[in-house]
């Protein structure tokens, strides 16, 4: 069929926001499909998933009965099936305010909480309303990638602080006071940490809020996390430093509750001072949130039942698993020479690891790591940093274009791997199992 001209035979005015491409090639997203692709469709093993933190799937992590009810009640009652408000539902709001105020030496209102599809439009919320013309934001390296794929789409500047293994992933303070200029916005925190596995003490969220201030700054406390540490250091939220320096704290209920396909978040001003009121971006969030879309909100009616009716056995339950999860991990990575764990995991679900190519045979990067493992065992872990994964792929062959072109920076550390231990102990098991097989294999004959 002849390809047909627009009006008057002219070009057709649209073509496609080459942008996005960009983007969405940083997200996890984009570089776990493409090892997808390179599994081996010939292996009848069950694929054992430590590239994302998505446990819903295996026994041990299902969701708190409460919160079930909760959704079913919510439905059936047949009050929340209209249209949200711009900011979410009060009862939600007042919900998730209480529950937050458990922590904090003042107290929230509602009108501190801005409901969102979860914690990824809650980035996007605030990283867009910060993207004047010039502007830099300071983000973690390793971080989450998601933040650098929103801060690229809205053409706000990236500036990376390293947080240190050898400190158990501290910030680098000197670093974050180096980068900073007259134009920096803010800082992002993620706390318990993605991709590491660490958690913040007291002193050091201190001393962060502390530095923020001196560079008259925000700090933009990712907390998805919330409260899934098991170790020796308690999780305490940035907010309890809200008198120091405005924090946007982002949160959900994906996480602590293990139902990241409900899509709810949320956006919280801690912020006594009032701050961030005075310089207008709490109308800036209000005007974004008016054009964007909301959560169902039939899961906005759920909220207030799953947050003050769940019991803490469940809570218990969940950081004990993950916990010996952890444990495992780490004990079993030990196990493998080519790969070393700089600090034991105390939160989230992750861990990260670094290679040591010297030990292996044929393989030079991490994501050829990465790519091998998915094709020889089907076992999926996420590389650390790469640039553009075009002629990597191409030694394997793959046909589809579209993979062959995506590029990316995951979590920003070359050379290393992110894990996730959040899945079924015994498949913990199996593919850190398969990893030492794949290492065996492939070690340099001495």
């Known amino acids: 069929m002849e390809n047909a001209g627009g009006a008057n035979g002219n070009q057709w005015g649209f073509k496609a926001n080459e942008e996005l491409k960009t983007a969405s090639g940083i997200t996890v997203r984009g570089v776990l499909n493409s090892l997808l692709e390179n599994l081996n469709k010939n292996d009848t093993r069950p694929l054992i998933p430590l590239g994302h933190g998505d446990p819903s799937a295996f026994p041990s992590f299902r969701t708190a009965s409460v919160a079930v009810d909760a959704i079913v009640h919510s439905v059936r009652s047949a009050r929340f099936n209209c249209y949200s408000s711009t900011v979410g539902i009060l009862p939600a709001r007042r919900a998730i305010a209480d529950y937050l105020n458990r922590d904090l030496p003042y107290k929230l209102s509602p009108d501190d909480v801005y409901l969102t599809l979860g914690c990824t439009q809650a980035i996007e919320v605030i990283l867009t309303v910060l993207a004047r013309p010039g502007a830099n934001i300071l983000l973690p390296r390793p971080g989450f990638p998601y933040y650098e794929a929103r801060a690229t789409h809205s053409h706000l500047e990236v500036r990376h602080f390293d947080l240190l293994p050898a400190k158990g992933w501290e910030v680098d303070l000197d670093a974050v006071e180096a980068l900073a200029d007259e134009n ?117 009616g759920a909220v207030p039942q799953i947050l003050e009716k769940t019991e803490e056995e469940f809570f ?100 290393w791997l992110r894990i996730t231990f959040a899945v079924e102990p015994s498949a913990l098991e199996d593919g850190l199992g398969r990893m030492k097989a794949f290492y065996d294999r492939h070690a340099k004959k001495q």
Request: charged fraction near 20%; aromatic fraction near 8%; charge should be neutral.
């Open 184 to 300: 920096t916005v803010a800082l992002v925190i993620i706390n318990p940490g993605n991709p590491c596995g660490n958690v913040y003490t007291y002193q050091h969220l201190q001393k962060i809020a502390e530095t923020a201030k001196k560079l008259g700054i925000m700090v933009i406390a990712d907390e998805v996390y919330d409260h899934l540490a098991f170790g020796n250091t308690p999780f305490v939220p940035m907010g309890v430093f809200g008198s120091i320096v405005p924090v946007l704290t982002l949160g959900s209920i994906s996480k602590r509750w293990i139902v990241p396909g409900w899509r709810l978040g949320w956006l919280v001003t801690s912020d006594p001072n009032g701050i961030l009121q005075d310089s207008g971006i709490v109308d800036s969030i209000k005007s974004f949130l008016n054009i964007s879309s909301d959560p169902a909100t039939f899961i906005q």
């Open 316 to 415: 218990s339950k969940i950081t004990d698993i993950l916990r010996e999860t952890a444990d495992i991990c780490y004990d079993r990575l030990k196990e493998i020479p080519c790969i070393t764990c700089p600090k034991k995991p105390e939160g989230s679900m992750f861990v990260m690891v670094k290679l040591n190519y010297s030990l292996l045979e044929g393989i030079n990067s991490d994501m050829e790591f990465a790519l091998k493992l998915a094709k020889e065992e089907s076992v999926i872990v996420l590389p650390g940093k790469i640039h553009k994964i075009y002629q990597v792929l191409k030694r394997f062959l793959l046909p589809n274009p579209l993979i062959l072109e995506i590029t990316g920076i995951t979590v920003g550390l070359k050379d």
